[in-house]
């Protein structure tokens, strides 16, 4: 059977990355069709330590109403990183956030079994004359507004179950869902309120005018759904990620994959709340390049995104990249900013530290551990397999068993849930002396301020 890597070295000679100068900052407008496919050109490279700046469309609802998408998202065109080979890893600083849009919809989703071949993400046809991803036009607003373009026929594979309309206010800080009236207003100018970036082709959700919640206030924390570096093997944007990827393992359609090919994954499609503005994402080289890509940006949403769905928004994006070579990674690790940290994992304070040591010395011990928090990403088909690749991420990312793992995410972190089904994290506060040997503890000790906050222990 092929080793991960005999895999990754086998899909490398198929990446396609411009070999031209390296620039400080890379802006990019463009979209993919819904596939990441480390055979299609990438962007830049962008020098490493460059920028990249993005507009970003709505993921989620606009693309799952536009079959001709293949991917159920819209992210940006990958940029190729200078001095990126596989097995090097990526650290992503990033720096902004912002929203753009005006207002947007969302709900729980309903598939329409007779609009895709085994998945309605990737393989929607039309049911009338069975186009495969048929281009489709509007036909004024409501639920029912999506038509097929050679034939007439209704076409959306989804239907929003239940739905709301939500806008906000000039500082993008609040939202309200509005009722039928203010939905269908919003609906006849769907592509000004959503912001809809130049060079996206999704139909905005706000078209259909859904408003099944009405005068609920929520506040908004944008965030990235889909950040991350190109997967080694052709895959669906959405599907990006352990959960949602079993569902190419053998499906009917040209995108099927087999278990194995699913390794090649890298966790980019992560709906984790915590990858907002401040925080640092560190993601794995599957190819050349690296292939750094976003989108999927959500106004707000709680852990576990449990109604499947969020606010989806366009917005503007800025981010810092470095190459870290040998930090051979499976799949993301992450530093949120202190406030996302679980009480358990956050650093510990001057005071809390010489307490420690007092009581360390009291027992004969003469210094305690230096520790700083770590936050390992795990996906899965469920969230028991999810738990379970993320502890053994953490333990072969640091060192140590998969029993010291469970040990310190204990009494120092959490397990968390990014999305469910299969999202989770692995937070908790990780040696200082591991995290030096990995190659990580610069990037550590800058996000937490560890130098004005560490004591000397001996």
């Known amino acids: 059977m092929a080793t991960q890597a005999d895999m990754l070295a086998g899909s490398a000679a198929s990446s396609t990355v411009n070999l031209g100068d390296a620039r400080e900052t890379i802006l990019v407008d463009q979209f993919?069709?819904?596939?990441?496919?480390?055979a299609q050109p990438m962007l830049g490279p962008v020098r490493d330590g460059g920028h990249i700046i993005a507009n970003t469309a709505p993921g989620c609802w606009g693309p799952?109403?536009?079959?001709?998408?293949r991917g159920g998202h819209e992210v940006t065109v990958p940029v190729a990183v200078e001095g990126a080979e596989v097995g090097d890893a990526i650290v992503i600083r990033i720096r902004d956030i912002s929203v753009t849009s005006q207002?947007?919809?969302?709900?729980?989703?309903?598939p329409q079994e007779d609009r895709f071949n085994g998945d309605p993400f990737v393989a929607p046809h039309c049911p009338q004359c069975g186009i495969k991803n048929p281009k489709t036009v509007l036909e004024g607003v409501g639920p029912d507004a999506v038509h097929c373009a050679n034939c007439g026929a209704e076409a959306a594979p989804f239907k929003i179950g239940c739905g709301y309309t939500i806008a906000f206010d000039t500082d993008r800080s609040v939202g309200v869902t509005l009722g039928e009236k203010g939905a269908e207003a919003i609906a006849h100018d769907a592509q000004h309120y959503a912001a809809m970036p130049a060079g996206s082709v999704q139909n905005s959700v706000l078209t259909l005018a859904p408003h099944n919640l009405v005068g609920l206030m929520a506040r908004l924390r944008p965030f990235l759904g889909q950040l991350g570096t190109t997967p080694a093997i052709a895959l669906p944007d959405s599907h990006n990620a352990g959960d949602f990827g079993q569902f190419l393992v053998g499906a009917p359609h040209e995108l099927a994959?087999?278990?194995?090919?699913?390794?090649?994954?890298?966790d980019g499609h992560m709906d984790i709340d915590a990858v907002r503005a401040g925080a640092v994402l560190i993601c794995p080289v599957k190819v050349p390049g690296g292939g750094i890509y976003l989108g999927d940006m959500h106004a707000m949403q709680g852990d576990g995104e449990i109604a499947g769905h969020t606010c989806d928004v366009a917005g503007t994006v800025t981010l810092q990249v470095h190459v870290l070579k040998g930090l051979c990674l499976d799949g993301p690790v992450l530093l949120p900013v202190t406030e996302d940290l679980p009480f358990l994992a956050k650093p510990f304070s001057r005071?809390?530290?010489?307490r420690a040591l007092a009581i360390a010395r009291s027992h004969g011990l003469d210094n305690i551990e230096e520790t700083a928090p770590i936050s390992i990403v795990g996906t899965g088909r469920d969230l028991n397999v999810a738990t379970e690749n993320g502890l053994e991420r953490a333990a072969t990312l640091l060192k140590m068993s998969v029993e010291e793992v469970k040990n310190r995410a204990t009494i120092n972190g959490a397990i968390e849930i990014g999305r469910h089904p299969g999202v989770i994290q692995v937070t908790f506060l990780a040696p200082l002396e591991r995290l030096r040997k990995c190659g990580l503890l610069p990037f550590v000790i800058e996000q937490y301020n560890l130098e004005k906050e560490q004591v000397t222990t001996s």
């Open 32 to 38: 993919t069709d819904g596939v990441l496919d480390p």
């Open 64 to 69: 799952m109403l536009t079959p001709c998408l």
């Open 103 to 110: 207002a947007t919809a969302s709900g729980t989703d309903t």
């Open 257 to 266: 994959i087999t278990e194995e090919q699913l390794a090649l994954r890298t």
């Open 351 to 354: 005071e809390e530290r010489s």
